[in-house]
């Protein structure tokens, strides 16, 4: 059964989704992130929709189990493409975009059919188990292809604040999401573990919200100033 | 085994860019503008013993009339990281005294903020004041 904290997580998250799509209609340079509107797009789509399976089926029922499972795969091949998006704005400038995208598909492309492969060998029946470790195994991934984003941002000589702010939220997303997998891996009776992935879930529409309409596009940042602990 | 590794790895990932998300967050905030109000506030924080004058642009902060509702909830976050700092800056060994410059600079851009948010409040009272004097006079 779902609790007001579930709730207000959820709500959160929608709200911050809905406001990125509106401040996209209003503020047309943000149309040069396509794919992580489409993204965004999508993530509110699949609140509505879990929503309303989730009033009709219950929490607790297998069509919401699978539902949930594997619509966080799919969202999370989707931003898979926004990261893709994110690195071809890195690369604009260097004009090898096209390269780029082409080596991203194909990295994507193997990642999906690795992480597919192996969780097929090791869940032959259970469907909802097989979804689980697929989405662990690409959160893991995403999550290796953000640091490997960021360091190619680090590499330039001024990045932009923009950038900055959206590579880390998803590289944060995705670490906090592979960390909180692999705790419920390890400690499945800890009740508490289950909040973890909503709200790093809702976290990152509301970073994009505060990236989107308070960071400009031309804000740049010194690579010192991001340079200061390690 | 596996589910271990993964975990030490993505929390560590998850922490290094946590930080660096931290400090572009707090730079970005900090990179307005002081007005003539508060500019010799803003040279003060960049004094020597600027580190510690958060404490002195909250006391500033409490004292200048505010018109909007709500409690400062930037503020307080950014009052928390300074704390954390300064207790972080007293565990640590201090070769001969030095102070670390990363948290002197972590902590003036913390007053910075502060300072930041009381020049906007200032401007926003002074503008509500003219408004009511043209009010009146009109």
């Known amino acids: ?230 | 085994m596996h589910e271990l590794l993964v975990l030490v790895l993505a929390s560590i990932l998850t922490l290094y860019l946590g930080i660096r998300y931290w400090r572009a967050l707090l730079w970005s905030a900090s990179q307005h503008k002081l007005s003539d109000a508060t500019r010799e506030l803003g040279e003060w924080i960049d004094g020597p013993h600027g580190e510690q004058s958060l404490a002195v642009v909250c006391a500033l902060l409490r004292v200048c009339p505010k018109l909007e509702r709500g409690g400062d909830r930037k503020l307080i976050i950014v009052g928390l990281y300074d704390r954390l700092l300064g207790v972080t800056e007293k565990l640590l060994p201090k070769p001969g005294g030095e102070r670390n410059p990363w948290i002197a600079a972590e902590r003036r851009a913390c007053a910075y903020f502060a300072a930041i948010l009381l020049d906007q409040r200032i401007t926003r009272t002074s503008q509500w004041y003219a408004g009511q004097v043209t009010d009146s006079s009109t």
């Open chain 1, 1 to 230: 059964m779902l609790g007001p904290f579930d709730f207000v997580v959820w709500l959160a998250g929608f709200l911050a989704e809905v406001f990125v799509l509106a401040w996209a209609t209003h503020d047309r340079t943000l149309w040069r992130h396509r794919a992580l509107l489409l993204y965004v797009a999508a993530l509110a789509i699949d609140e509505i929709l879990s929503f309303v399976i989730l009033r009709r089926y219950g929490f607790t029922s297998n069509e919401y189990i699978y539902y949930y499972y594997y619509s966080d795969a799919v969202l999370t091949l989707l931003m898979f493409l926004a990261i893709m998006g994110l690195c071809a704005r890195i690369f604009r400038e260097q004009e090898r975009s096209g390269r780029l995208r082409a080596l991203t598909l194909i990295i994507l492309a193997t990642v999906a059919l690795y992480a597919a492969a192996i969780t097929l060998v090791k869940h032959q029946v259970l469907a909802t188990h097989f979804a689980g470790e697929f989405c662990g195994g690409l959160y893991f991934t995403g999550m290796v292809m953000t640091y490997l984003v960021w360091v190619l941002l680090l590499s330039r000589r001024d990045p932009r604040l923009r950038l900055v702010l959206l590579v880390s939220a998803f590289g944060i997303y995705f670490g906090g999401q592979s960390a909180a997998s692999a705790l419920q891996s390890l400690f499945p009776a800890l009740t508490a573990l289950h909040y973890l992935s909503p709200m790093m879930g809702a976290c990152l529409p509301v970073s994009l919200a505060y990236t989107f309409s308070w960071v400009s596009e031309e804000a740049r940042i010194p690579l010192e100033q991001l340079a200061g602990v390690w």
